[in-house]
Every structure is written in structure tokens, then in C-alpha cells.
Antibody, heavy 117, light 107 residues
Framework: EVHLVESGGGLVQPGGSLRLSCAAS????????MNWVRQAPGKGLEWLSY????????YYADSVKGRFTISRDNAKNSVYLQMNSLRADDTAVYYC??????????WGQGTLVTVSS | DIQMTQSPSSVSASVGDRVTLTCRAS??????LAWYQQKPGKAPELLIY???SLQSGVPSRFSGSGSGTDFTLTISGLQPEDFATYYC?????????FGGGTKVEIK
């Protein structure tokens, strides 16, 4: 069964950093593109970043470009999101999602990031 | 960037009703559109991809149509488990974008 599990969320002060991880299982990880999507409390979905299977192609939303970095370790079947210079409006549930082939399926259960002093 | 606009933002319906949700893209995206269902406290789940293809395991009462800029998601015979929020998403170009969502509520 295809499974994605995020971790690394928590409470962080404004200006701080956090690294999210997403562990994948049940599929040939290095052949799939991966994404991060977030959802602020009570709000809609916002796509953040994409990484190709080999990690050679990467895209970001303008809202996180220059602050967030996506990466992957195919040997560990994991994708990461390094988040720097965090702001209050980065508070959200962060999901990783597989691109299969152009759509998000499946999604992980999400990890909550709260940016507050 | 491609803007995705969903309407209505919410709809009240009864079990057994036929419900149609609309999604409009700010430019032609061909059939590069997906629909997701999200229940409170849960991750979204893919329902429809390529505008009209039903994801494996999704009940046949869900159907999608449209191409270009105008798309619809229809639920034929609303079931209690269908009360949720539905999002459309374009996969035509980066940045990938979602509509604002339509909440289907119990009348």
C-alpha cells in the first residue's frame, strides 16, 4: 500500500527554521515526483513546491521562494522541506503528496507548523 | 499564474440530491484539471483527474466534465459521506494552483 508520513512540525518563533520530512513506502519512490502543499487554519490548499524523481527539476510558489528548499533522498525514500525565515502566515498544516502522474495522490496525513512567539 | 475560481463557495443539499460544482480557470488549461475531496481534519483525496477520469475506488456517482476554462464536478445522488469540501486544481503549468473550495453542507 502506498503510504506517506510527514514529520517535523511544531512550534517555532518568527524568523526561525524548521525541517519537515516525508517518508514514503509502498512504491518505487525514485520514479515519482513529489510535492509539498499547505493549508492555513480554516483556509484552502496552497501548493508550495515540486521536485522531480531525480531531484533535477524543482519549482516553488512565489510565497516561499528564497525561504524554503525542497530536497529528496531516494536512498531513504524521503522528501524534505527546509523552511527558513518563518513568518506567522506560514502557520499551516503541511502535506506531502505524490504526483501520479500529474495529480496529487496520495497525500500524507499532514504535520502542523505553528509560527508564534 | 493561472487563477482557479470555484463557485459556489458553499451549497446546502439533501441526501439524494444532484449537486453540481463549478471551477473556472483564468486561461485555457485543456483537460489538465483534478478534483479533490477533503473532510474535516483529514488530508484531501483525489476524486477526478484529467477533468473527467474517475480515480480508482471513487464511487461512480462522482463525475467530472469540461475542458479549456470551464469545468464541473457532479455528484449524482448525494450520500451522507459526501458532505465535505471540494477543491479543483490545475496541472497545466507551474505554479500549480487550487480553487478556493466549495463546501457541501447538509440542508
Amino acid at each position: 500500500e502506498v503510504h506517506l508520513v510527514e514529520s517535523g512540525g511544531g512550534l517555532v518563533q518568527p524568523g526561525g527554521s524548521l525541517r519537515l520530512s516525508c517518508a514514503a513506502s509502498g512504491f518505487n519512490f525514485n520514479t515519482y515526483e513529489m510535492n509539498w502543499v499547505r493549508q492555513a487554519p480554516g483556509k484552502g490548499l496552497e501548493w508550495l513546491s515540486y521536485i522531480s524523481g531525480a531531484g533535477l527539476s524543482i519549482y516553488y510558489a512565489d510565497s516561499v521562494k528564497g525561504r524554503f528548499t525542497i530536497s529528496r533522498d531516494n536512498a531513504k525514500n524521503s522528501v524534505y522541506l527546509q523552511m527558513n525565515s518563518l513568518r506567522a502566515d506560514d502557520t499551516a498544516v503541511y502535506y506531502c503528496a505524490r504526483t501520479a502522474p500529474d495529480w496529487f495522490a496520495p497525500w500524507g496525513q499532514g504535520t502542523l507548523v505553528t509560527v508564534s512567539s | 499564474d493561472i487563477q482557479m475560481t470555484q463557485s459556489p463557495s458553499s451549497v446546502s443539499a439533501s441526501v439524494g440530491d444532484r449537486v453540481t460544482l463549478t471551477c473556472r480557470a483564468s486561461q485555457d488549461i485543456s483537460n489538465r484539471l483534478a478534483w479533490y475531496q477533503q473532510k474535516p481534519g483529514k488530508a484531501p483525496e483525489l476524486l477526478i483527474y484529467a477533468a473527467s477520469s474517475l480515480q480508482s475506488g471513487v464511487p461512480s456517482r462522482f463525475s467530472g466534465s469540461g475542458s479549456g476554462t470551464d469545468f464541473t464536478l457532479t455528484i449524482s445522488g448525494l450520500q451522507p459521506e459526501d458532505f465535505a469540501t471540494y477543491y479543483c486544481q490545475q496541472a497545466n503549468s507551474f505554479p500549480l494552483t487550487f480553487g478556493g473550495g466549495t463546501k457541501v453542507e447538509i440542508k
